[in-house]
């Protein structure tokens, strides 16, 4: 899976991880909403049965891992840069994280309680989507949630540069996130929004989806 596309993506992440360390630092604190939702997410995840071991995916400097270790949850970070990976070892040395991609993830099959998408499906070209989604709902056990925040758009290549290097993003629909992850085996639970603050260009999305299937608890 390492085409050009993928190896620009993951170069682009090698030089932009210590930026991003300071340019997102206390974004999290300052975000409430953001905070509401991983909350729920984390609420609904233990009250499963499943265990806590949840998947970060797209999990880049590790920011979200203490947040979701106050909830109870046993975050594992998967990031397609090395350099990502590194600086969150370096600066969250209490969680995991390995490097890995988003259509070949590194879990066994039904062996998480829940995923978490902050940001990250927004790399997905159309070709890769329905691998990924798919990808997403194999490792999600029954009755495990999934939660996903991005910023909603018309689904078109958006060329995205920052500090010399240049990616490709995409900002899906409410409509078709939620089409892709029912495809994939998801059922939607909570679905929100919020206007840009006056550090964003665009408003956000949120959802939350259960993993069809029997419930199986610990």
Request: charged share 25%; proline share 6%.
């Amino acid at each position: 899976m390492d085409d050009d596309k993928t190896q620009e993506l993951r170069t682009a992440h090698d030089a932009l991880a210590d930026f991003y360390v300071g340019h997102l630092a206390g974004w999290l604190e300052d975000m409430p909403v953001e905070r509401s939702v991983l909350s729920l997410f984390g609420e609904l995840t233990l009250a499963a049965g499943l265990g806590a071991d949840v998947a970060d995916v797209g999990s880049g400097t590790g920011r979200l891992a203490p947040y979701l270790m106050g909830l109870g949850l046993r975050p594992h970070g998967v990031d397609l840069s090395p350099e990502m990976v590194r600086v969150a070892r370096r600066d969250h040395p209490d969680a995991t994280f390995d490097v890995g991609d988003l259509r070949a993830l590194p879990f066994a099959d039904a062996s998480l309680a829940g995923v978490v998408c902050w940001y990250s499906l927004i790399f997905l070209a159309p070709a890769d989507r329905p691998a990924a989604f798919r990808e997403l709902a194999r490792v999600v056990q029954p009755g495990g949630y999934l939660v996903t925040a991005w910023k909603p758009g018309d689904g078109t290549l958006r060329r995205i540069g920052a500090s010399s290097v240049e990616f490709d993003r995409y900002w899906l629909s409410v409509d078709e996130m939620e089409s892709r992850l029912a495809g994939a085996g998801f059922t939607t639970v909570f679905q929100g929004g919020r206007p840009a603050d006056e550090r964003e260009t665009a408003p956000q999305s949120y959802l939350i989806v259960q993993r069809n299937g029997e419930i199986t608890p610990e």
